[in-house]
């Protein structure tokens, strides 16, 4: 009740004029209804608001459309963009009849990987730390008919324009290509625009560390710290959206997409996870890279689970053009203490408290809810059925001679491999019915619709090599 009663006083001090009602959709969307703040009561708060759920792809249909979305009174935050004075709330969706989660909401699978933490006896606290890039563009076109499809993006930091004629002049300035990482200003022009996305998400309450050019043209980072892994996916889910709202009062776009122009670095995120219990690091040890043998677990399972992962980590067809070797994309099932080129990495920490594991396989299209708690599940069945990860891979992965490199598995190379890979291994997912196989396969279906669209269109490269055949 105390956070119920937080938010009353929220909107009565602040003059709050509407309360819009956040939740995430299967592909990871957030969604919004909005309600004048006169219907935003204690009861309205505590029993929440019905609504119409077919509507939603992938989850219910027609006949059977009513849910409920419960609002989290803690998650509240005064949004920034809106012309009048809104106050935004997350929330988890349940059965109207029972009260309990509704299976396929993503933020109630989140929930149930926390308390099945818990139930374990593993630990007590996971935390989550993404990693989420993206691009900034000035012109965004592209047409998807029977018979046109193309794509065309600008920017004018982008370097296919140094030879462009601009009215005020061209001032030359502008990273090369897998040159943005770190040019200070003039050649990073977006210096400005990332320093207001970070204040914004400071004003927030977010814990936000800094920003800067990543290493592909137009490309860029925010450092959003650590949290707890409900707390961390909302998180995520504003950084989003904060990202696209800024960029678009600048006039510009900003898109996660994980490849969105050929031939420069796609977009990651990498996920630093560490689980604790009773206040102490479970992750800290003496084992290789001061890891514990808890964490060499559920690195095993992370790698074992890697290919069935993928299909909630790299959720996008598109993800796997950014998976493919020479691009800085971690394709590699190893891991490693520093090096950056297998798909797990142990990043250097002096503090017992710090030491974490890094999976930097996923992507910033995943729904992130279901992200986090597919990795977890992973490490937790890694830790509980004691998953050997193998030797630790020290090497420069890319430079391996091809016999050493056909030793080692890789992560998958399409959604299509992904999708079939997790229907032969999701028994780590539903232990505890954090998943569950309905809610697997609705993903799935939604899953499978992309693949079969994107494999039958004709593709215009393939224009440039079969048209003429």
Not at 19 to 45: C, S, W, Y
Not at 331 to 355: D, Q, T
Request: proline share 6%.
């Amino acid at each position: 009740m105390s956070d119920i009663q937080a938010v009353l006083d929220t909107i009565k001090e602040n003059d709050i004029e509407y309360v819009d009602i956040r939740f995430t959709d299967p592909r990871g969307k957030l969604q919004h209804i909005t309600m004048i703040n006169d219907e935003v009561t204690a009861d309205f708060l505590e029993e929440g608001l019905m609504f119409d759920g077919s509507s939603i792809a992938g989850w219910k249909s027609i006949d059977e459309s009513d849910m409920k979305l419960i609002p989290d009174c803690a998650s509240a935050y005064i949004d920034p963009f809106y012309a009048e004075k809104t106050l935004c709330i997350h929330c988890s969706v349940v059965e109207p009849d029972t009260g309990e989660a509704y299976p396929r909401d993503p933020r109630s699978t989140a929930e149930k990987a926390e308390a099945y933490l818990i139930a374990t006896g593993i630990g007590d606290t996971a935390y989550f730390g993404p990693e989420a890039e993206f691009f900034l563009f000035d012109d965004v076109r592209f047409s998807n008919t029977m018979n046109k499809v193309s794509f065309e993006v600008d920017a004018a930091d982008a370097p296919w324009n140094s030879d462009t004629q601009y009215e005020m002049g061209n001032m030359g300035h502008r990273p090369g290509i897998k040159g943005g990482y770190f040019p200070v200003n003039p050649i990073d022009a977006g210096h400005d625009i990332r320093g207001e996305m970070l204040s914004t998400m400071k004003r927030l309450g977010m814990k936000v560390d800094k920003h800067h050019h990543e290493v592909g043209s137009c490309q860029h980072e925010l450092g959003l710290v650590f949290g707890t892994l409900v707390k961390q996916a909302d998180e995520l889910q504003k950084f989003k959206y904060i990202i696209h709202n800024v960029a678009h009062a600048y006039g510009k776009s900003a898109t996660f997409m994980p490849k969105p122009i050929a031939g420069d670095n796609g977009t990651g995120m990498h996920v630093n996870m560490s689980i604790w219990k009773e206040g102490k690091p479970l992750f800290a040890g003496d084992k290789y890279a001061d890891l514990s043998q808890e964490a060499l677990y559920f690195i095993g399972g992370i790698l074992k689970h890697a290919k069935a992962l993928n299909a909630f980590t790299n959720p996008a067809t598109n993800s796997y053009k950014r998976l493919i070797p020479g691009f800085e994309a971690p394709v590699l099932r190893a891991y490693s203490a520093r090096n950056r080129s297998g798909c797990v990495r142990i990043p250097w920490a002096e503090s017992p408290s710090a030491k974490r594991v890094e999976a930097r396989f996923p992507d910033p299209a995943a729904n992130p809810y279901l992200c986090f708690a597919a990795l977890l599940m992973a490490g937790l069945d890694g830790i509980t059925n004691k998953i050997d990860p193998g030797e630790a891979s020290d090497k420069d992965l890319y430079d391996l001679p091809p016999e050493e490199l056909a030793g080692i598995p890789t992560v998958c190379a399409s959604l299509r491999e992904a999708l079939e890979e997790l229907e032969n291994d999701m028994d780590f997912l539903t232990a505890g019915d954090v998943f569950t196989k309905d809610q697997i396969e609705g993903y799935m279906e939604l899953k499978w619709e992309e693949v079969y669209t994107m494999e039958h269109t004709p593709h215009p490269v393939e224009y440039g090599m079969y048209y003429s055949c």
